[in-house]
């Protein structure tokens, strides 16, 4: 059986909150210089891209109603395929400038499409 499209917009919205609660505390520095919450955050960078990799499939139009969702997806392949050359700073403005705005579109979205 297909999942909602719903449902990947509530894998976005998730691992965005997550990558928000993770990071709340932190500045750049305080980021870098921990590596636990730089690998949860990338884990939930790939959750996000993956999530709107599926949904570009299954449906397409939602998918470019998320501004720069090509880019996400494609930040995901860097995060899981470049690994070894991932900068953290990139990372970081990712979570301060990209991530808000993600999080603001994926929220009107759900709201526009009402619940399950």
Known sequence: MDRDPR????????????????TSSLDSSGYAGNEIVRAAVER??????EALNQLAKRDPALARRIPDFRDIISF?????????????????????????????????????????
């Open 76 to 116: 995901r392949n860097l995060l899981i395929h470049g690994y070894a050359v991932v900068n953290q700073d990139e990372v970081w403005d990712a979570v301060q400038t990209s991530l808000p705005r993600l999080r603001e579109a994926v929220a009107a979205l759900l709201e526009e499409l009402g619940p399950a």
């Open 7 to 22: 449902s990947f917009l509530w894998d976005v919205r998730d691992a965005a909150d997550a990558i928000a609660r993770f």
């Open 44 to 49: 939930k960078f790939e959750i996000i891209g």
